[in-house]
């Protein structure tokens, strides 16, 4: 069975660091893009990012390059959403999910981390 | 960017409707369209993908179709489990936008 299992919640303060992870299990992790999808409180879906683990090949959004990082470790399947200094506006929901290259969509998404970010 | 734009942002109706939910890209985008499906405190679930191909695993009440600049999902029969919030993406270009998304909403 294909599956994402993403880490847990955290609670940060701002101008903190932080590092999200994704971990792939079931299908082949260095073949497959694997994105990172932001959700706001009761906003709508926002694309952030894409790496392909296979040869570390990422493209961000521009409204999200240099905000974050991703990156990869295909030696242990999986992917990382990271952030050098938090903000309050980083509050949200974040979840990686599977990209089909074949289907051009993301067939497979992980549970989500929230993040909160509050002094 | 291009811009995806639904409609409407919520929408109302009862167990049995047939509902249409309208999503337009801001320039052609031929046939690069999925819909997805998300339900409060759970991930999106993929619907359809290519404008119009079902997912496996997805009940055939849900259709998609369109291509180029406007395109539409429908739901032939509303059941109580498709009360949720719907979303379109781009995939024609990166960075692959969505939709803002339309809340199907029991009347």
């Known amino acids: 069975e294909v599956q994402l299992v993403q880490s847990g919640a955290e609670v940060k303060k701002p101008g903190e660091s932080l590092k999200i992870s994704c971990k792939g299990s079931?299908?082949?992790?260095?073949?497959?893009?694997i994105g990172w999808v932001r959700q706001m409180p009761g906003k709508g879906l926002e694309w952030m990012g894409i790496i392909y683990p296979g040869d570390s090949d990422t493209r961000y959004s521009p409204s999200f390059q240099g905000q974050v990082t991703v990156s990869a470790d295909k030696s242990i399947s999986t992917a990382y959403l990271q952030w050098s200094s938090l903000k309050a506006s980083d509050t949200a929901m974040y979840y990686c999910?599977?990209?089909?290259?074949?289907?051009?969509?993301?067939?497979?998404w992980g549970q989500g981390t929230l993040v909160t970010v509050s002094s | 960017d291009i811009q995806m734009t639904q409609s409407p942002s919520s929408l109302s109706a009862s167990v049995g409707d047939r509902v249409t939910i309208t999503c337009r890209a801001s320039q052609s985008i031929s046939s690069y369209l999925n819909w997805y499906q998300q339900k409060p405190g759970k991930a999106p679930k993929l619907l359809i993908y290519a404008a119009s191909s079902l997912q496996s695993g997805v009940p055939s009440r849900f259709s998609g179709s369109g291509s180029g600049t406007d395109f539409t999902l429908t739901i032939s029969s509303l059941q109580p489990e498709d009360f949720a919030t719907y979303y379109c993406q781009q995939s024609y270009s990166s960075p692959r936008t969505f939709g803002q998304g339309t809340k199907l909403e029991i009347k």
């Open positions: 999910a599977i990209y089909s290259s074949g289907r051009s969509s993301f067939d497979n």
């Open positions: 079931g299908y082949s992790f260095t073949n497959y893009w």
